[in-house]
Nanobody
Framework: VQLQAFGGGLVQPGGSLRLSCAASGRIFSSAVMAWFRQAPGKEREFVALTRWSRDSTLYADSVKGRFTISRDSAKNTVYLQMNGLKPEDTAVYFC???????????????WGQGTQVTVSS
């Protein structure tokens, strides 16, 4: 399985971006797809996750109500819609695939290359 994340960019505070994560290869229905982010000098942190075959989702408190994770099984793609962006959302965003409903990064075996999101005026 290979993951490719894209859609990052520079946006003003309060703006929106939609990140995409295209997956190649077979994704089992039990798979969990997640987004993490890493700001300069900080640890990689959990953002959101969803189960590939269901609408179940989980969000970090810092993004709840602003970010929405979704997936399109036909396109093998997971999305992260980010609204109400804040400067503290600035980070490299990574998509990941695992098999456990987990927020710890070591539970995820497959990772995309990351896409930079910068929120600044």
């Amino acid at each position: 399985v290979q993951l490719q994340a894209f859609g990052g960019g520079l946006v003003q505070p309060g703006g929106s971006l939609r990140l995409s994560c295209a997956a190649s290869g077979r994704i089992f229905s039990s798979a969990v797809m997640a987004w993490f982010r890493q700001a300069p000098g900080k640890e990689r942190e959990f953002v959101a996750l969803t189960r590939w075959s269901r609408d179940s989702t989980l969000y970090a408190d810092s993004v709840k109500g602003r970010f929405t994770i979704s997936r399109d099984s036909a396109k093998n793609t997971v999305y992260l819609q980010m609204n109400g962006l804040k400067p503290e959302d600035t980070a490299v965003y990574f998509c990941a695939r695992g098999s456990q409903w987990a927020t710890q990064r070591n539970e995820y075996r497959f990772w995309g290359q990351g896409t930079q999101v910068t929120v600044s005026s």
